[in-house]
Each structure stands twice: as C-alpha cells, then as structure tokens.
C-alpha cells in the first residue's frame, strides 16, 4: 500500500516516540535509583499521586494504558518495599485499594525535587509554545489511535 505523506510522517513520529520512550525510561531509572524505584515503580505511584486518592489496581492500569497484571506485578513489589499497602475496598469485595505510605510519600517529595531539576534543565532553551504544541498534537494522536485500534486489532 501507497503510504501518504501524512502516514510516513507520522510514522517517523511513532518511531522517534520510541526511541524517546526508552531514554525517558533510561533517564526515569537513574533518578529514582537512589530512591529504591524504577520508571515503572515510578509511574504506578505517580498514578495514585496524581488522581490524590487511592485506586484499585485495574484503575491504575486504566489511566495508565498498562495491563492489570502488569500493574499488580509492580504493585506486589513496592508493598514488598514498604511504598504502598492494600486496603479493604467499601465498594469491592475483591479489589483492595492501593494507598501510599508516610515514607512513600516522603520519597515522592524528594523525587519532585530531583525530577523538578532535571525537568528545568531538559527545557532550557526549548519554547513552552512548542512543547505546549507537541502536547497537544500527541495527545490527538493518542485519541485517534485509540478509536480506530480495534478497527485493526481483529484483523485475520
């Protein structure tokens, strides 16, 4: 198939997103090493931070694109290691609420810090229209990606 000019470049965008995905992750694993985290540790907690209440699992993987099994695996390691603990959930018998601990919360204010700096030195000298472009274009793409996907995805 004839690809449009369209489709080529935002081909060069998925795979640029890539390997930009992996770097941030590379970079993500750095920060939180002192920390006793990992980008994916990182991310899960960043989920429950950001909605400011606790989530079940299969919340978590909901707003983050991720699997439930996935989400658990991860969740199973930071309760191992004293960053989150499961509650009884009021509205479900079965999925226990995952809350964030004192001493989570403590490393998240020290990897605000850590990630603030990082984050102000990356965008020096990049312009807040541009990234505030580009924001807004991925996040269209991730909209159309997502109401065409099953489309393809049950394909023979």
Same mark, same amino acid.
């Given at each position: 198939?004839q690809?449009?000019?369209?489709?080529?470049?935002?081909?060069?965008?998925?795979?640029?997103?890539?390997?930009?995905?992996g770097q941030?992750?590379?970079? $993500?694993d750095?920060?939180?090493?002192?920390?006793?985290?990992?980008?994916?540790r990182?991310?899960?907690?960043?989920?429950i931070?950001?909605?400011g209440?606790?989530?079940?699992?299969?919340?978590?993987?909901?707003?983050?694109?991720?699997?439930?099994?996935?989400?658990?695996?991860?969740?199973?390691?930071?309760?191992a290691?004293?960053?989150?603990?499961?509650e009884?959930?009021?509205?479900?018998?079965?999925?226990?609420l995952?809350?964030?601990?004192?001493?989570?919360l403590?490393?998240?204010?020290?990897?605000?810090?850590?990630? $603030?700096?990082?984050?102000?030195?990356?965008?020096d000298?990049?312009?807040e229209? $541009?990234?505030?472009r580009?924001l807004?274009l991925?996040?269209?793409?991730r909209?159309r990606?997502?109401?065409?996907?099953?489309?393809?995805a049950?394909?023979?």
């Amino acid at each position: 198939m004839q690809r449009s000019p369209e489709a080529l470049a935002i081909t060069e965008l998925i795979l640029e997103t890539f390997r930009l995905n992996g770097q941030l992750l590379e970079a $993500g694993d750095r920060l939180t090493a002192p920390l006793g985290l990992t980008s994916a540790r990182w991310q899960i907690l960043g989920a429950i931070e950001t909605e400011g209440q606790s989530l079940t699992v299969a919340q978590i993987g909901r707003r983050m694109g991720l699997s439930r099994q996935a989400v658990q695996r991860i969740v199973n390691d930071l309760e191992a290691n004293g960053f989150v603990k499961l509650e009884e959930n009021p509205d479900h018998k079965r999925a226990k609420l995952v809350v964030l601990t004192p001493s989570c919360l403590k490393t998240m204010r020290e990897l605000d810090e850590i990630q $603030g700096a990082w984050a102000n030195e990356l965008s020096d000298a990049l312009s807040e229209t $541009g990234l505030r472009r580009a924001l807004k274009l991925m996040k269209e793409i991730r909209e159309r990606c997502a109401s065409i996907e099953e489309k393809y995805a049950n394909r023979s």
